[in-house]
């Protein structure tokens, strides 16, 4: 019964990171899988780094798994931030616990919108300041996201979404 689990377990790892949406929908028919929220996660990362958004898709159809994944730090949409993939972010923010954790803090002490900033993901701050949550995250006048920019047309962004007090559109 271990080898078994581990055979599935690395089949479906193996199907992740190769791009397999097919194998990646069957195996996920499996519970050893589907309830593996720690392999599901990891398996999430990897898709999201690889920039295979069918298979985020799939991985992301699991129930309860936005929910895991927004507890985790938002350590997904942190990873789709910084490499840039607004597709996938769009994916990640469709979910209501992924939103609502926005302000948590990665591994490297930053939060989701001072990693687009950093990173001069001008698209995704763009896209991040379309969100209320973020603009009440970046009024606070100890975040420090500004401190970052290297960017002139994602500061010219910013300060108009908070001089003008509304939303970009």
């Known amino acids: 019964m271990i080898q078994h689990n581990t055979d599935l377990k690395a089949a479906f790892f193996d199907a992740v990171h190769e791009g397999n949406i097919w194998a990646v929908e069957k195996l996920l028919e499996n519970e050893e899988i589907s309830q593996n929220q720690d392999l599901l996660l990891l398996s999430l990362k990897v898709a999201i780094r690889a920039h295979q958004l069918g298979i985020v898709d799939k991985i992301l159809s699991v129930n309860g798994l936005a929910q895991y994944a927004a507890k985790e730090d938002n350590e997904a949409l942190s990873i789709a931030v910084e490499i840039g993939n607004l597709p996938i972010v769009n994916r990640l923010l469709a979910f209501e616990e992924v939103v609502q954790n926005l302000g948590?803090?990665?591994?490297?002490?930053?939060?989701?919108?001072?990693?687009?900033?950093?990173?001069?993901?001008?698209?995704i701050v763009k896209r991040l300041l379309e969100i209320p949550e973020v603009i009440a995250i970046i009024k606070d006048p100890e975040h420090d996201a500004m401190n970052w920019v290297d960017h002139d047309e994602i500061e010219l962004m910013v300060y108009q979404a908070l001089e003008c007090g509304n939303l970009l559109h």
Request: with cysteine.
């Open 104 to 123: 948590a803090i990665n591994s490297y002490g930053c939060d989701i919108f001072t990693v687009a900033v950093f990173n001069g993901q001008v698209d």
